[in-house]
């Protein structure tokens, strides 16, 4: 018998004389004492796992970011969101353990965006000093989100170095974005699942997901808003990247488009839809093909055809809002809130400190006039929060990667179908989050605030195989070149010599 077979089964009697201990604590001692063990049996390999096993806690937290909302809303007396930041942060520890078993911290922290993500995890510490800030608690429960989730950039541009890695990741984030997509697509035609209901009418959400009579879905999100905004995003990736993928994968993706589609619609979000006229104007007006540039007007006429055509239909005219601009009720409200508050956050640069406004405002400092302001906009809520120099600092990140991807990649000049579609669609995304965020805040909530960092991580590795691909194709033309004139001055020599041969044997 091998030795490994002895381990095995010498570990299948240890867990069955656990499991033994464990269910006599339950039935004699106390249930709750046995319950906590069966847990911590659980829990404890499970973070050893995320501590030493980096890449793949980013597929956990991917995953758990897109359905951590099924268990918030089942109302669970567990410290959920805590959990998942402590597990982010075991990740962390074990990514710098690492990094001190190999006397190795540079090949993680000396990359591309360093400066700036760094600069906006320290604006978000030293908010614990703002002097304006009501609660010191709300700065504990709000900066978590913007001092550990930006450190993914860094683990995943470090694990996921290969074009195959970054493809794998992406897939596997679609198959979580189109069963969340199909959860939606339940909810319009069976309703809200129970546990789901009673969340919204404990929460007084009602108004945020019932509009004009119509129930808006919102997947495993918390919001339909943010769930819209997934999906149109998922949609559009998964059209422009379907060709780096085999006919197996395509066809699951080309399937779950078209579950994600009327997902999109029944979410009535408007966002959502701006979002897909964004990114797709982003990418057309960057592939330099007219093939392309052709697709893209067909694209427009129908679009424009289809907000200009008057109709009877909720969803059309749900889609036509989102373009009526300052026709928009709801679009002159935010105005006139938005420049309410501009006297107020110009005269406070570092703001009124974070989780001073929304729920966390109602929540940690009541009667505030902050607590009762609700930020509709990303960019509003950083200032009001974080001040105008936070959404400064803040705004250094999105102004690095355009750098980056204007500077670095030579765009117009790449024939690599696979890089270029990658990077375009990456760009794409991440240049319409900063479009969308003035009127929504996206970057704030899950699952955006785990996926954006992943995305600039993945953006940053294919700008970097772009340079890389450049490098070799000019070394290679170089050599070309070199042999071409290596053969041109042999056939000289030999060409010269015969000449000279011919002379002396005419002499």
């Known amino acids: ?29 106390n249930w709750g004492l046995g ?4 847990v911590m049996s659980i829990a404890i390999p499970f973070l050893l796992s995320l501590f030493f096993y980096a890449r793949m806690s980013i597929y956990f937290y991917i995953f758990l970011s897109i359905f951590i909302g099924i268990p918030l809303k089942m109302n669970i007396p567990a410290p959920i969101g805590l959990g998942f930041d402590f597990a982010i942060m075991f990740t962390i520890l074990g990514h710098l353990y690492k990094c001190g078993e190999m006397k190795d911290y540079a090949s993680t922290f000396k990359v591309p965006m360093m400066y700036p993500i760094a600069g906006w995890i320290c604006w978000n510490i030293i908010q614990v000093a703002n002097p304006s800030a009501a609660s010191r608690v709300a700065w504990f429960f709000v900066m978590r989100p913007y001092v550990l989730y930006p450190l993914l950039y860094f683990i995943v541009y470090y694990y996921f170095k290969t074009i195959d890695d970054l493809k794998s990741l992406i897939f596997f984030m679609f198959g979580c974005c189109y069963f969340s997509g199909l959860w939606g697509v339940i909810q319009n035609i069976n309703g809200y699942f129970p546990f789901e209901m009673a969340w919204v009418f404990a929460n007084d959400a009602k108004h945020l997901v019932y509009i004009s009579g119509r129930w808006r879905v919102f997947g495993t999100l918390a919001s339909p808003a943010h769930f819209g905004m997934l999906m149109a995003i998922i949609i559009v990736m998964g059209v422009f990247l379907l060709p780096l993928y085999n006919m197996r994968k395509k066809i699951f993706i080309i399937i779950g488009t078209i579950i994600c589609l009327p997902a999109l619609v029944w979410s009535g979000t408007r966002s959502g839809i701006a979002l897909v006229v964004v990114i797709v104007a982003i990418v057309v007006a960057l592939w330099g093909n007219t093939k392309v540039y052709m697709a893209g007007a067909v694209f427009a006429v ?11 239909n909720y969803h059309i005219q749900r889609i036509q809002s989102t373009f009526a601009g300052s026709k928009d009720t709801s679009y002159k409200e935010r105005e006139e809130n938005r420049h309410a508050m501009y006297p107020w956050i110009f005269a406070h640069p570092l703001g009124g400190g974070l989780g001073s406004t929304g729920v966390w405002g109602v929540r940690f400092s009541p009667g505030t006039m902050l607590a009762n302001f609700a930020p509709d906009s990303g960019h509003l809520r950083v200032m009001v929060e974080a001040g105008w120099l936070g ?14 991807f204007l500077t670095q990649t030579q765009f117009w000049r790449l024939d690599n179908t696979e890089l270029k579609v990658l990077l375009l669609s990456l760009y794409a995304t991440l240049a319409s989050i900063i479009v969308v965020e003035q009127a929504q805040d996206v970057n704030g909530i899950l699952p955006f605030n785990i996926l954006m960092w992943i995305w600039i991580a993945m953006l940053m590795r294919t700008i970097e195989h772009i340079q890389k691909y450049f490098k070799d194709k000019n070394e290679r033309l170089q050599n070309e070149e070199n042999e071409r004139l290596r053969i041109i001055d042999e056939k000289r020599k030999i060409k010269l010599a015969r000449y000279n041969e011919k002379f002396n044997a005419n002499s």
């Open 1 to 29: 018998m091998s030795k490994g077979t002895l381990i095995g089964i010498f570990s299948v009697i240890i867990a069955l004389l656990i499991s033994l201990g464990i269910s006599h604590l339950a039935n004699n001692v």
């Open 35 to 38: 319950v906590a063990i069966a």
């Open 302 to 312: 129908f679009f424009i055809i289809l907000i200009n055509t008057p109709t009877d």
């Open 391 to 404: 959404l400064i600092v803040y705004s250094t990140i999105f102004i690095s990667f355009i750098y980056y």
